[in-house]
């Protein structure tokens, strides 16, 4: 059903009034939650993780959790000449509304799209629901939105089933759905937060660019402002099932009345102007070197007579991490960085003639490629490592106790008393109270859950951490909190960081140095301030450009985020990486590399 | 193309299974010390009939047991010429029943068919029982619909199968006069197959599958429940719902879908479980199924019996393997297409 987009200027198309929805019998999650939206309109819904952002979207079209009840309010919806209470909408005419009037983006577009039935079927469905088109027709159109959602070569996309797809490729088949029977009100939740940063700019850019031919109101859903900032005309911000400050977007950026906007602009990561200039040590002293090192994975073939595929994730990488220094390594998923966090800590072996080289603060150098038994014992005891996910790194059956000591049990070191003394120090480190020894992880936060990750590796006085993109799963606000706890502890402990990220801002944050990897290769490598004052390779540039600013007035160059992260081969001929001729990586000034011939 | 590719190569691999499969039937039969014949021969020497003990001497012979072990396995697959020439399992000679003093073929000739009659329709019964039942369940979940097909399930899992029997009967019996016991009228045993028996079978037919599949039935329709639960919480139904689809279509075309492999990939493990499982029933049943002449032959060393009986059931599974491959190629683009199985 496709309502002429009417023009009403003074009307809002969507206006929610007074929505309070509660489990149960308890206090009622939303509050009075209110918002207008116009057609061609953007409104930013911002706020932490159970501030009830999503619940308010999804009352839009009832797509709500079954205890979930709505106690008062209404969902205004202007179509047409109608006008109607969407609340109370049932049977055919919610289902009309649903895909027709209101298309919905989710957050995880490989879960969201189901993995049996082909992106052209899943599409198609949309149209044989709302349209009366003949199945040929469909097709035609369906072909069309996919080339309009820039998936080059719609033909092989509609046959396509979207575990064939890249994750960017996916949202944007989601994307062809949402929009292709023309919808007047769009919600996305989270819709690029499972992307990686320059996947991001170009959905967003994509999202910006259908609003301007269609015509539709957005509601976006969002925990980061630097995506409001480029996206947004109106923003209300949540926080705890209210809405704390609402209003068009320049002023609450910039003058947030609010203290929790205030907050949250705070943390909302920023990629500096100038980052501090930071003295580098005559002569370094490395904890860890890597030289040469190459990792290929061989995949067996599906069929017993094929020959076996081998992939290289890494290629001729040299790092140094330098003692109680932060090295990040940067780049998109599939880049290749997490194969070099776990060929560090010497949990993977490099391809034959690579060196990798970790020297303790006392005692001698080991090589990771050919450790001993007694040596991996030892070196595991002063290598250790923060993951990504904190909600499934944690064994949720057991205690905080239990996890914290089982490192210590496992290499037999201290009495039951030591270690409970251990765990309470640096419990106090990390910021959590030694009465929560007793919990279980479901106790905890996301932000409580990663210190308890981060305190499981400290327990065995590491010197040495590979932090594999620990922030990654947190919100903005707490996501600051882990970076200082992470630079408190380097300062307290002397530790050396492998930092895996890939986001430039965190990384501006905490790293001294910094590698971009792509495909496998390190592109550019130097001091962190050199490389963001002064960024060489077309990826980096990308990279920085790509990030979102909570700033309308820094909006993202999304041409140089096309002209850096789209194919490697269509770089300009100086980068260019071909197939067995790599560009040598040549030094630009001083310590700062760039990947280039000449 | 490619799901040609596939089967081919499922079909060599079947092949090979079964190679291997006879090696190792061949060699537990004929584990415990002596055979059917020897034995026969010293009992027929302590009680001193020569013409039994010649006749024994004869088929000895005959069935090459005075062969060493390997030479004898040959032989009766029919790699190896024998004292008639090749003619074992691949010519189509089953051996001699040394127990019923006949050819196998003979004693398995009809219960053969009637065995696959009997487990086939039992797993038809479970297919169709388990998946609305099972649907039903997960849609609405912690309802009296969900309570009370968990409970019936329940009691089918718990009852067990010959005393259902033995109830099934009576009341059949008493309130529908439902034929007691066989799997066909008395007077068509042995008769060919004309309209009549047919009937005949079909009515007798019908306690048999039921005792046979409840069990069946009812965990399989827990595993639905359970999987299509965990479906229900994916995202992607959550989109089909934004997209506007009517709820009950919505079950059937995407979380049935997932939730089906598991279910499909029982058919191969379900046909053998079933046929063991459902000699006891065919003891007490009294049906002429390939059941009891297995326990006999087992029990009385009888082995060509016992080996192609067996070698029989593993055919099946590996049918049944066979099919529910092909199934879930054609139902899951992942398998099909080597995706991961996420």
Redesign the interface.
């Known amino acids: 059903m496709t309502l002429p987009h009417a023009e009403k200027p003074n009307l809002p198309v969507l206006s929610v009034r007074n929505l309070s929805i509660r489990f149960g019998v308890s206090k009622p999650v939303l509050q009075e939650v209110f918002f207008d939206i116009h057609h061609g309109e953007t409104l930013a819904l911002v706020g932490e993780s159970g501030s009830g952002k999503t619940l308010s979207c999804r009352a839009i079209i009832q797509l709500l959790p079954k205890a979930a009840e709505v106690v008062s309010g209404q969902v205004i919806y202007r179509g047409g000449d109608a006008e109607c209470d969407l609340l109370k909408l049932a049977g055919k005419p919610l289902r009309r509304l649903r895909g027709g009037c209101v298309s919905m983006i989710f957050q995880e577009p490989m879960r969201s799209l189901s993995p049996l039935h082909t992106i052209g079927n899943q599409v198609g469905e949309m149209l044989a629901l709302h349209s009366e088109l003949s199945k040929p027709a469909r097709r035609q159109k369906v072909l069309e939105t996919l080339a309009r959602v820039g998936l080059s070569d719609a033909e092989r996309a509609y046959k396509s089933y979207p575990f064939e797809m890249s994750g960017g490729m996916r949202q944007r088949a989601m994307i062809a759905m949402a929009i292709i029977t023309e919808p007047e009100i769009l919600i996305a939740d989270e819709p690029t937060t499972a992307l990686d940063v320059t996947t991001q700019a170009t959905v967003l850019g994509l999202l910006k660019d259908l609003q301007k031919e269609t015509g539709m109101a957005i509601v976006l859903v969002t925990h980061d402002l630097g995506v409001v900032a480029n996206m947004a005309d109106k923003i209300a911000v949540m926080e705890s099932g209210q809405i704390v400050e609402s209003g068009p977007i320049a002023p609450v950026l910039s003058a947030p009345k609010h203290s929790y906007t205030r907050k949250l602009i705070a943390a909302a990561p920023v990629i500096p102007e100038a980052v501090a200039c930071k003295p580098e040590a005559a002569e370094p002293d490395y904890i860890l070197t890597m030289r040469n090192v190459c990792k290929s994975f061989s995949l067996r073939a599906s069929k017993p007579w094929q020959k076996a595929t081998t992939i290289t994730a890494m290629k001729e990488i040299n790092l140094a991490v330098t003692r109680g220094k932060t090295l990040a390594v940067v780049g998109e998923s599939g880049s290749g960085k997490t194969t070099c966090g776990r060929i560090a800590l010497g949990a993977m072996q490099p391809d034959e003639g690579g060196e990798v080289h970790y020297c303790p603060r006392s005692g001698e150098m080991v090589e990771l490629q050919h450790l001993d038994k007694r040596q991996r014992c030892a070196f595991q005891q002063k290598a250790q490592m923060v993951f990504q996910d904190p909600y499934s790194t944690l064994n949720p059956r057991m205690r905080v106790r239990e996890a914290l000591f089982e490192p210590m049990e496992i290499h037999k070191i201290g009495t039951p008393a030591e270690r409970e003394a251990r765990a309470c120090e640096i419990l106090g480190w990390v910021g959590l109270k030694p009465d929560m020894l007793d919990r279980y992880p479901h106790a905890f936060s996301g932000g409580q859950r990663q210190r308890l990750s981060i305190a499981r590796a400290l327990m065995m006085k590491p010197e040495f951490l590979v932090c594999d993109e620990p922030t990654s799963a947190l919100d903005v606000s707490v996501q600051e909190q882990v970076l200082a706890l992470l630079r408190d502890l380097q300062a307290r402990l002397g530790l050396s960081y492998l930092f895996i990220s890939h986001d430039l801002a965190v990384v501006a944050s905490i790293a001294d140095s910094v590698a971009v990897m792509r495909a496998g290769v390190i592109v550019e490598q130097g001091p962190v301030d050199q490389l963001f004052r002064n960024p060489l390779h077309p990826y980096t540039k990308a990279l920085i450009a790509a990030h979102p600013e909570p700033d309308v007035h820094r909006p993202m160059d999304l041409n140089a985020v096309a002209k850096g992260a789209g194919s490697a081969a269509g770089w300009p001929e100086e980068f260019r990486l071909t197939e067995g001729k790599l560009p040598p990586l040549v030094t630009a000034e001083g310590s700062h590399l760039v990947r280039r011939f000449g | 193309m490619r799901l040609l590719?596939y089967a081919a190569?499922k079909l060599l691999s079947m092949l090979v299974t079964l190679l291997v499969v006879s090696v190792l039937v061949f060699t537990i039969i004929n584990l415990p010390p002596g055979d059917y014949l020897s034995n026969q021969i010293m009992e027929l020497q302590a009680t001193g009939q020569q013409a039994g003990i010649a006749k024994a001497e004869f088929l000895r012979a005959e069935y090459s047991l005075d062969q060493p072990l390997w030479r004898q396995y040959l032989i009766w697959v029919g790699f190896a010429p024998g004292p008639n020439g090749f003619y074992g399992l691949l010519q189509g000679n089953f051996g001699w029943s040394f127990e019923f003093d006949q050819p196998v073929a003979d004693i398995v000739g009809e219960t053969l068919w009637l065995t696959v009659l009997v487990n086939v329709a039992a797993i038809l019964f479970v297919y169709v029982v388990a998946l609305p039942l099972g649907v039903l369940a997960a849609a609405r979940a912690r309802s009296w619909v969900d309570y009370s097909t968990a409970l019936v399930g329940y009691l089918g899992l718990a009852t067990p199968n010959f005393l259902l029997a033995l109830v099934l009967f009576y009341y059949g019996h008493k309130y529908l006069d439902l034929p007691i016991g066989g799997l066909m009228a008395p007077e068509f045993v042995g008769e060919a197959m004309s309209f009549e028996k047919l009937r005949s079978i079909l009515l007798h037919l019908i306690i048999p599958t039921f005792v046979v599949g409840t069990a069946g039935a009812a965990s399989m329709m827990q595993r639905l429940r359970a999987n299509m639960l965990d479906e229900l919480s994916?995202?992607?139904v959550?989109?089909?719902?934004?997209?506007?689809?009517?709820e009950r279509k919505m079950l059937m075309?995407?979380p049935l879908?997932?939730s089906l492999n598991p279910f499909i990939a029982d058919i191969g493990t379900l046909l053998p479980a079933m046929i063991s499982g459902s000699v006891l029933v065919s003891v007490v049943l009294g049906l002429q199924t390939i059941g009891p002449a297995l326990l006999t032959a087992l029990k009385t060393q009888d082995q060509f019996l016992a080996a192609f009986i067996l070698m029989f059931v593993a055919l099946l599974t590996l049918i049944g393997t066979l099919i529910s491959d092909m199934l879930l190629a054609m139902?899951?683009?992942?398998i099909r297409?080597?995706?991961?199985r996420?």
Do not use: F, H, S
């Open positions: 590719g190569y994916k995202p992607y959550e989109t089909a719902l934004a997209k506007g689809m009517r075309k995407y879908r997932v139902l899951d683009p992942r297409i080597g995706g991961p996420k």
